[in-house]
């Protein structure tokens, strides 16, 4: 059997043994050499220009199901060193009742998350995703439902894992106390002061947007990220406000080749949610998510009235 097989940037590093791997088992194997960003990220176009029967991707859960070609979905645990844990405590000592998540890498290390907090005298309550995460208590960039979900129930947020990408999209989606504890880093920190920052941010940029006139709406071809049918009613809805929509349609976007796109005044996402969170200081012009253009639309009905 031909099989591409595709790995995200911290699995690259490991490509050439699998392949040997698969290659031992009898089977043809083509990597892909293209970034890979996200569960959502599965590279159906190269499987199907190279005659790819199976595609292999390695380090995610499975996000969204895939009918043209069989997919394998290979996920990657890491055992990452609990004992500071034992720190956290501290930290988290007015908090009673708290919220644990983590990426899926960490998910098999949750349930001793979960008893050490418990023997150390916390409720630990366990969120539910939306539903493009698979597990209780995984997040993903684009699905908080895990930690949102339960912010209400608790009394602080506890993620476990390595960076800031994920934790930042539970804490925009929360109101309650955000821990981040990084076993790689060693470090702890409080996330909170991120979301008013991401606040302030979402105003400039609406505010920036309001004199705009021609609005790029980007939509990717990721099979995860492919929505065109909000594409299509963002540019109706811009049209009917007397503003002009054009559909950008990429992979992965280029954020130069956006910037060299002088005569757009703005951006509207619809591909992962998070470029308009993470990438907005990469553009020259705004870039806004549906809802921030909703509001933007309201401010500017308003002040026309
Ligand atoms: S849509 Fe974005 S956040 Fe969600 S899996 Fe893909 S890359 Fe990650």
Redesign the pocket.
């Known amino acids: 059997m031909r099989i591409l097989l595709q790995f995200p940037e911290g699995l690259k590093q490991h490509a050439v043994e699998y392949a040997k791997k698969i290659e031992k088992e009898g089977n043809e194997v083509i990597i892909s050499a293209s970034p890979s960003?996200?569960?959502?990220?599965v590279a159906v176009d190269e499987a199907k220009a190279v005659g790819a029967q199976k595609i292999i991707h390695f380090g995610h859960a499975e996000?969204i199901h895939i009918n043209d070609i069989e997919v394998e979905y290979v996920e990657y645990s890491i055992d990452a060193d609990l004992s500071i844990l034992k720190e956290s405590l501290e930290m988290l000592k007015e908090y009673k009742k708290i919220n644990v998540v983590t990426t899926v890498q960490h998910l098999k290390q949750l349930p001793s998350i979960k008893e050490f907090y418990e023997k150390n005298g916390k409720e630990v309550i366990i969120g539910r995703p939306y539903g493009?995460a698979k597990y209780s208590g995984q997040i993903?960039?684009?699905?908080v439902g895990s930690a949102a979900t339960v912010d209400k129930e608790v009394d602080a947020h506890v993620y476990f894992g390595g960076g800031l990408f994920h934790p930042l999209g539970a804490v925009y989606a929360t109101k309650k106390p955000f821990l981040s504890i990084d076993p790689f880093a060693d470090k702890m920190l409080w996330l909170d002061e991120y979301r008013e920052k991401r606040k302030k941010l979402e105003k400039g940029l609406i505010i920036k947007s309001l004199s705009a006139k021609n609005f790029g709406i980007l939509v990717s071809t990721k099979v995860?990220?492919y929505n065109i049918e909000l594409a299509k009613i963002i540019k109706e809805k811009l049209e009917k406000n007397g503003l002009n929509g054009f559909i950008l349609v990429a992979n992965t976007f280029d954020f130069d080749s956006l910037n060299n796109m002088l005569e757009i005044d703005a951006f509207v996402n619809t591909a992962?949610?998070?470029i308009a969170t993470e990438d907005n200081d990469r553009l020259r012009k705004p870039l806004l998510s549906p809802n921030m253009l909703e509001e933007m639309l309201k401010i500017k009905a308003g002040k026309e009235k």
């Open positions: 960003f996200g569960a959502c990220d996000f493009l993903l960039g684009c699905d995860g990220q992962c949610p998070r």
